[in-house]
C-alpha cells in the first residue's frame, strides 16, 4: 500500500488532537513525507530505516543518535503483515512512551479506513464504467468484478423532478447502504439515473426489494423516485434488452398510475402497445376523443379518469379518493360523456376515453383543444 502525503498528513493532523506532541511519517527510503513539524517534510530519517530494518520500536534518548532524528520514539507501521513505514513521536522518552502504542494502532486504523474507502472508490469507478457499456450498448468483452454472477435484472430509477441538482455521493451513500446486502449487486449514478444490476434469487419479489430503497431515497435526497424493472437477464446481451425495457416501462409509467412507485416490465402487457404505436396515429385517435375538452378539464378529468380505474369504477372509492361528493362525481363523469360522446360507464367507451387520457399524459396531444 502506498501512502500519499497528502493522506499521511491528514493522519498526522488527527493524531496532532490526542497528544500534544510533533508527529512524523517517514516511508520505506527513510523519508519524512508528511510532519507537524514542517521543516522536516523531505529530509531523511536514520532512525527509522533501523526501525524497518530491525522491524521493532526505536526509541531515541538522544537527538544526535540518528542522522537527522530528533529524540522520541519510532514505530513499524504493518499493512497485511508488511511493513508499510514508520510512525514517530517527537518528544522525551517518558512523555512520549505512554502514548506509543495507541498512536500506533490508531495510525493502523486509519489507514486501514482509508485504504476501504480507496477500494470503494475504484470499484465504484469499475462498476460505473461497466454500466455505462451496457448503456452505451457496447460489444461485451469482459466482467471487470470477479463475484460477478447470473442472473441479474436491470432497474432504473428517476426522480420525480428533472430540474433539480442531485448529489451523486448521497445517491451512492444511499444505495450503499440499502443494496450492498449482496455482494453480487451493482449500482451507480449515471447521467440523473439510478441504475441497478440487482441480482435476483428465483421467486423473489423484486418490487418488494425496492420498497426500502425509496424510502430511504426519499429521506435523504428529499424527492420521490420512481423505478422501471427491466426483464430478467442471463447473460451479457440481455442485460442491454434489460435496461432498455427498464427505461421504457418507466417513461410511461405517470401515464397508467400516479400513485405507484416501481413498474416491472414482466408484468405489463396493455402498457407495452403504447411503447411503438404510430405518432400520427395516436394524435389523430386523440382529436377525435378529447378535440371540446378545455386545457383545465383535461387535467381534471384526467387524473378523475386514472382514479375512477385504479377503483375499478367503483363511484364510492373514487370519490373517496378524491375527497369528492359522489354526486359531483357523477357529475363530472356525465360531463365527460357530454363533451366526448363516450360515457366513461360504459365498459367500452370507458376504453376509448381511457386510451385518449393516457396518450395525453404521455405527451401525445391533438392539434385542435377547443376553448
Known amino acids: 500500500m502506498n501512502i500519499s502525503k497528502n493522506l499521511a498528513t491528514n493522519i498526522l493532523q488527527q493524531l496532532k488532537n490526542i497528544i500534544n506532541q510533533d508527529l512524523n511519517y517517514i516511508n520505506e527510503d527513510g523519508t519524512i513525507i508528511a510532519s507537524t513539524d514542517p521543516k522536516r517534510v523531505g529530509t531523511f530519517h536514520a532512525a527509522s530505516v533501523e526501525c524497518i530494518k530491525r522491524e521493532k520500536t526505536i526509541i531515541i534518548e538522544n537527538d544526535n543518535e540518528y542522522i537527522g532524528s530528533k529524540k522520541g520514539i519510532n514505530m513499524p507501521i504493518y499493512f497485511d ?8 513521536i517527537t518528544g522525551d522518552k517518558k512523555e512520549v512512551s505512554k502514548f506509543g502504542e495507541i498512536i500506533r494502532l490508531m495510525t493502523s486504523i486509519l489507514l486501514k479506513e482509508a ?24 460489444e461485451h468483452d469482459f466482467f471487470p468484478m470477479t463475484d460477478f454472477l447470473f442472473p441479474y435484472v436491470v432497474i432504473v430509477g428517476k426522480a420525480d423532478k428533472n430540474d433539480v441538482f442531485i448529489d451523486e455521493e448521497d445517491i451512492q451513500s444511499v444505495l450503499k447502504d440499502n443494496l450492498s446486502y ?5 449500482f451507480t449514478f449515471y447521467r440523473n439515473e439510478v441504475i441497478i444490476l440487482y441480482h435476483y434469487h428465483k421467486d423473489e419479489d423484486i418490487s418488494k426489494a ?27 446481451e440481455e442485460l442491454k434488452i434489460s435496461y432498455k425495457n427498464a427505461k421504457e416501462i418507466l417513461k410511461i409509467s405517470d401515464v397508467f398510475s400516479a400513485s405507484d412507485s416501481v413498474f416491472e416490465y414482466d408484468k405489463k402487457d396493455l402498457e407495452l402497445l403504447f411503447i411503438n ?47 369528492m361528493h359522489k354526486n359531483t362525481l357523477q357529475y363530472k ?4 360523456k357530454k363533451l366526448s360522446g363516450y360515457d366513461p360507464r360504459v365498459l367500452r367507451d370507458f376504453t376509448v376515453l381511457s386510451l385518449a387520457f393516457k396518450l395525453r399524459s404521455m405527451g401525445i396531444k391533438s392539434s385542435g383543444i377547443s376553448k
Request: no cysteine; charged share 30%.
Open 277 to 323: 404505436f404510430k405518432m400520427s396515429n395516436m394524435k389523430s385517435f386523440n382529436e377525435k376523443v378529447l378535440k371540446n375538452f378545455s386545457q383545465k378539464e383535461l387535467k381534471e378529468f384526467s387524473t378523475i379518469m386514472t382514479i375512477y380505474e385504479e377503483f375499478n369504477g367503483s363511484i364510492t372509492q373514487t370519490a373517496e379518493k378524491l375527497f
Open 81 to 88: 503483515e508488511s511493513i508499510i513505514g514508520v510512525i514517530g
Open 115 to 138: 485504504w476501504i474507502k480507496d477500494q470503494d472508490i475504484r470499484k465504484g469507478k469499475i462498476v460505473k464504467s461497466f454500466i455505462e457499456r451496457i448503456v452505451l450498448e457496447y
Open 333 to 336: 363523469l356525465q360531463k365527460i
Open 182 to 186: 449482496n455482494r453480487h449487486n451493482y
Open 210 to 236: 425496492l420498497d426500502n430503497l425509496i424510502k430511504k431515497l426519499s429521506e435523504k435526497i428529499k424527492l420521490n423516485f420512481k423505478f422501471g424493472i427491466g426483464t430478467k437477464s442471463s447473460e451479457y
